[in-house]
C-alpha cells in the first residue's frame, strides 16, 4: 500500500485533484467527508461544539451550522484550537480504520486540508500539494461558494503558508491553468504514484516509497 497525504489550500481544487485520483484508481478517503461524519446530530463531538461554542452554531434541526461556526472560528486563533482539539483526534481514528481498509497493493490518497498545520506529512509515503495563486483561490471562493472576499482571506489566513505548504510537498500540482491542464498533471502524476506503488510491493512493507 502506497499511502498519500493530499493537500491545498483552501479555494486550490484539491477536491478537484482528489476526484481525478479517484478516477483513475486511488482509494480516496476524504477527511472532510469525515469530519462532517464525526459531528453529525447526536454524536459526542457535536455535543462537545455546543457545550464550547453555544447553541448558536446549530441550526434549526439541530445540525451543525457550518457557515455560522466558521464566522466564530477562522478569525480567532484560539477558538479554532479549541474546536481542532474537539474534531481532530475522531477524525484520525475513524481515518485509519478506512486506511486500513484498503485492498493490499492500493494508492491510498488521504484528502486532508490541514495536513501541514497538524504536522501530518511524515504519517505518508510522500506528500502531493495543490497550488494555487492567492487571487485564483479567491476569485473561485467568491464563484464557487459565494465566500465574500473578506472572509475568503480570513480563511487563507487561518491555514498555512503557501510557502509553507510547498515546502512540504514531494509532489506539486499546479492548478491554476485549465481543466485540461489539470487533468494532464494529475495523469502524470497517476503514473508515478502507480510507479511508486508497485515499487513498494516488490522491495516490501519496510521499503520507502520517496
Known amino acids: 500500500m502506497l499511502r498519500v497525504g493530499l493537500t491545498g489550500g483552501i479555494g486550490s481544487g484539491k477536491s478537484a485533484v482528489s476526484r481525478r485520483?479517484?478516477?483513475?484508481?486511488a482509494v480516496v478517503v476524504d477527511a472532510d467527508r469525515i469530519?462532517?461524519?464525526v459531528v453529525e446530530p447526536g454524536t459526542p463531538a457535536l455535543a462537545e461544539i455546543v457545550a464550547e461554542f453555544g447553541d448558536g452554531v446549530l441550526t434549526r434541526e439541530g445540525a451543525l451550522d457550518r457557515p455560522r461556526l466558521g464566522e466564530i472560528v477562522f478569525s480567532d486563533d484560539a477558538k479554532l484550537a479549541r474546536l481542532n482539539a474537539?474534531?481532530?483526534p475522531r477524525v484520525a481514528e475513524r481515518t485509519e480504520e478506512l486506511m486500513s481498509a484498503a485492498p493490499n497493493g492500493s494508492v491510498v490518497v488521504y484528502d486532508v486540508p490541514l495536513l501541514v498545520e497538524n504536522g501530518l506529512g511524515p504519517l505518508y509515503d510522500l506528500v502531493i500539494v495543490v497550488d494555487?495563486?492567492?487571487?485564483?483561490?479567491?476569485?473561485r471562493l467568491r464563484e464557487g461558494r459565494k465566500m465574500p472576499v473578506?472572509?475568503?482571506?480570513?480563511?487563507?489566513a487561518a491555514q498555512a503558508t503557501r510557502e509553507d505548504r510547498l515546502a512540504?510537498?514531494?509532489?506539486v500540482i499546479d492548478n491554476s491553468g485549465t481543466e485540461a491542464d489539470l487533468d494532464r498533471r494529475v495523469e502524470e502524476v497517476w503514473?508515478?504514484?502507480?510507479?511508486?506503488?508497485g515499487e513498494a510491493r516488490t522491495e516490501g512493507p519496510d521499503s520507502p516509497a520517496r
Not at 494555487?132 to 476569485?139: C, F, G, L, S
Not at 503514473?191 to 506503488?197: N, V
Open 35 to 37: 469530519a462532517r461524519e
Open 150 to 156: 473578506d472572509q475568503s482571506r480570513a480563511r487563507i
Open 191 to 197: 503514473t508515478d504514484l502507480e510507479r511508486r506503488a
Open 86 to 88: 474537539i474534531v481532530h
Open 132 to 139: 494555487a495563486p492567492e487571487d485564483v483561490r479567491i476569485e
Open 168 to 171: 512540504a510537498a514531494d509532489i
Open 21 to 25: 485520483l479517484a478516477e483513475h484508481g
